[in-house]
Structures are given as structure tokens and as C-alpha cells.
């Protein structure tokens, strides 16, 4: 989306930033998966997780 519209480089900052972060937030939520869903549906909660 920026590129075109941002300096090339602002457009890559950017990129590198949400490519470096979007692990560690999801991780961060795959690790609050067994305090948000009760116990009979955390295998499946788990797996819906893992497929995105």
C-alpha cells in the first residue's frame, strides 16, 4: 500500500517491523489460549489455532 505513496524505505521499515512483531503477538495469544477457553474445548481450540 505505500509503495508508490512512501519513500521506498519507509515502505520497507515498515515491512521488516510488522514481519519481526507478527510472531511474537501471535505467540502471545497461543499462549493465553488455555485462560481464555474452557477445558474440554482447548483440543480443538488448539488445532483451529495451529491451521492459522
Given at each position: 500500500?505505500?509503495?508508490?505513496?512512501?519513500?521506498?524505505?519507509?515502505?520497507?521499515?515498515?515491512?521488516?517491523?510488522?514481519?519481526?512483531l507478527?510472531?511474537?503477538?501471535?505467540?502471545?495469544?497461543?499462549?493465553?489460549l488455555?485462560?481464555?477457553?474452557?477445558?474440554?474445548?482447548?483440543?480443538?481450540?488448539?488445532?483451529?489455532?495451529?491451521?492459522g
Amino acid at each position: 500500500m505505500g509503495l508508490g505513496r512512501l519513500p521506498f524505505a519507509v515502505a520497507v521499515l515498515i515491512a521488516v517491523v510488522t514481519g519481526l512483531l507478527g510472531p511474537a503477538l501471535s505467540g502471545g495469544w497461543t499462549a493465553q489460549l488455555p485462560r481464555v477457553v474452557p477445558g474440554g474445548r482447548l483440543p480443538r481450540a488448539n488445532a483451529l489455532d495451529a491451521i492459522g
